[in-house]
């Protein structure tokens, strides 16, 4: 069974770029939520999606956007990016019959200077 | 979301239970309790979640108390890989937002 794959592992961008994160979700999971967590703190919810479809989103401004394929892999995309947006971006896939057990990639590290 | 307490961080010894609390006073009847631990530089990991009843899986058990106020995590037997921290979050959903959780460190 293959996990959750992200990639790149990191990424270094200038702000005022854009910027597009990969994921594959795990094996047999058909739903992708994006986390964001800056240094020192916890996981926070960016959105979900489900059959290619956003199914809810965290307080997180338009500029953060999401893509889900047919093969439920999916992409994060930050538009002009700022100084605060450097952080690691997790992504978590969950079957939707079991969608309280989330499991989790090992993130981008992004960077913005 | 309700929002929970944990202790910042507890040692433990290799071999021994450990038991993490969490207080989750203003949970309401329909937001479940999630553990995750993070171990350093990796994702989240998903260990257990529960609504009323104690749950127990192959990872760990889940005891939550008869108001829902508060609840325990157990990892029966603590060993160095379990060195993380560990998150306790509750939510009606999916949409999942981690406090700072409690730094375990498991000592040999």
């Known amino acids: 069974e293959t996990g959750v794959t992200q990639s790149p592992t990191h990424l270094i961008k200038t702000r005022g770029q854009q910027v597009t994160l990969r994921c594959s979700s795990q094996?047999?999971?058909?739903?992708v939520s994006w986390y964001q967590q800056a240094l020192g703190q916890g996981p926070q919810f960016i959105f979900q999606?489900?059959?290619?479809?956003?199914?809810g989103r965290g307080n997180f401004p338009p500029r953060f956007s999401g893509l889900q394929f047919p093969n439920y892999s999916s992409e994060l995309n930050v538009n002009a990016l700022e100084l605060d947006d450097s952080a690691l971006y997790l992504c978590?896939?969950?079957?939707?019959?079991?969608?309280?057990?989330?499991?989790f990639g090992p993130g981008t590290r992004l960077t913005v200077t | 979301d309700a929002k929970t307490t944990q202790p910042p961080s507890m040692d433990c010894a290799e071999g021994r239970a450990a038991n993490l609390p969490c207080n989750h006073s203003t949970i309401s009847g329909n937001e479940y309790v999630y553990w995750y631990r993070q171990i350093h530089s990796q994702g989240p990991q998903y260990i257990i979640h529960?609504?009323?009843n104690n749950e127990t899986n192959e990872m760990a058990s889940l005891i939550i108390t008869e108001d829902r106020k508060s609840s325990t995590l157990i990892l029966p037997h603590a060993t160095l890989r379990d060195t993380a921290v560990y998150y306790c979050?509750?939510?009606?959903?999916?949409?999942?937002?981690f406090g700072a959780g409690t730094t375990v460190t498991v000592r040999a």
């Open positions: 094996s047999g999971h058909n739903t």
């Open positions: 999606y489900y059959r290619e479809e956003e199914n």
């Open positions: 978590a896939s969950s079957f939707s019959g079991r969608i309280r057990e989330q499991y």
């Open positions: 979050i509750v939510s009606n959903d999916y949409k999942l937002s």
């Open positions: 529960g609504l009323k």
